[in-house]
């Protein structure tokens, strides 16, 4: 059983920082191991739909972004870890929701649809 756990969310003013951060465990079913593992962050905002944030290859040397946050954002991951980051720079209000970390096996790292494992989340405020 897959298990992921985010960390670091918390209440930033408008332009502030924060690093959130998601530890994997249980990634060993058939002797797969967390580098095998795409990475992604979507974020749900009250009464909008979940959406995704971003996204990193399980070696780490692709990533992709929601236009939203292209420029402000950054992805990346520890394998030796078994961490993967969300660096939030020049935050606005907007970007105010519950961040979730999500794995998956596959082809796309980028194919939001397949992910299927999921954190619990952490809650960003951005006040302005």
């Known amino acids: 059983q897959v298990q992921l756990v985010e960390s670091g969310g918390g209440l930033v003013q408008a332009g502030g920082s924060l690093r959130l951060s998601c530890a994997a465990s249980?990634?060993?079913?058939?002797?797969?191991?967390?580098?095998?593992?795409?990475m992604a962050w979507f974020r749900q905002a009250p009464g909008k739909e979940r959406e995704p944030v971003a996204a990193?290859?399980?070696?780490?040397?692709?990533?992709d972004y929601a236009d939203s946050v292209k420029g402000r954002f950054t992805i990346s991951r520890d394998n030796a870890k078994n961490t993967v980051y969300l660096q939030m720079n020049s935050l606005k209000p907007e970007d105010t929701a519950a961040y979730y970390c999500?794995?998956?096996?596959?082809?796309?790292?980028?194919?939001?649809?397949?992910?299927?494992?999921w954190g619990q989340g952490t809650q960003v405020t951005v006040s302005s």
């Open positions: 999500a794995a998956k096996r596959g082809v796309y790292y980028n194919d939001f649809k397949h992910y299927n494992n």
């Open positions: 249980g990634l060993t079913f058939s002797g797969l191991t967390f580098f095998v593992y795409d």
């Open positions: 990193i290859s399980s070696g780490g040397g692709s990533t």
